[in-house]
């Protein structure tokens, strides 16, 4: 069983920077693909990134192609999304999830990112 927690979350002004965290427990941690989400008030839950298992592929939503980079340490269980030139669109609940053969499997309860104007 795998436990994720998303931590790094914040408010912080349009043009500045955050890195959320998603820390997991269980051994299996590495063999999983782990995506971030998002998800604003009274919207879809929209993807945001992905990383491999192994690390050395990753790919993201236009959105944030160019800003956001994503990154684990498998060493650590924990997988990080740098997020630079913050917009107030990027405002939404973060979210972390395990992937497996195209399945969504473990979900963080995830964690506020605030960008003011």
């Known amino acids: 069983q795998v436990q994720l927690v998303e931590s790094g979350g914040g408010l912080v002004q349009a043009g500045g920077s955050l890195r959320l965290s998603c820390a997991a427990s269980?051994?299996?941690?590495?063999?999983?693909?782990i995506n971030w989400f998002r998800q604003a008030p009274g919207k879809e839950r929209e993807f945001v990134a992905v990383?491999?298992?192994?690390?050395?592929?990753?790919y993201y939503a236009d959105s944030v192609k160019g800003r956001f980079t994503i990154s684990r340490d498998n060493a650590k269980n924990t997988v990080y999304l740098q997020m630079n030139s913050l917009k107030p669109e990027d405002t939404a609940v973060y979210l972390c999830?395990?992937?497996?053969?195209?399945?969504?499997?473990?979900w963080g309860q995830g964690t506020q990112v605030t960008v003011s104007s």
């Open positions: 990383i491999s298992s192994s690390g050395d592929s990753t």
């Open positions: 269980g051994r299996t941690f590495r063999t999983y693909a």
């Open positions: 999830a395990t992937q497996r053969e195209g399945k969504y499997i473990h």
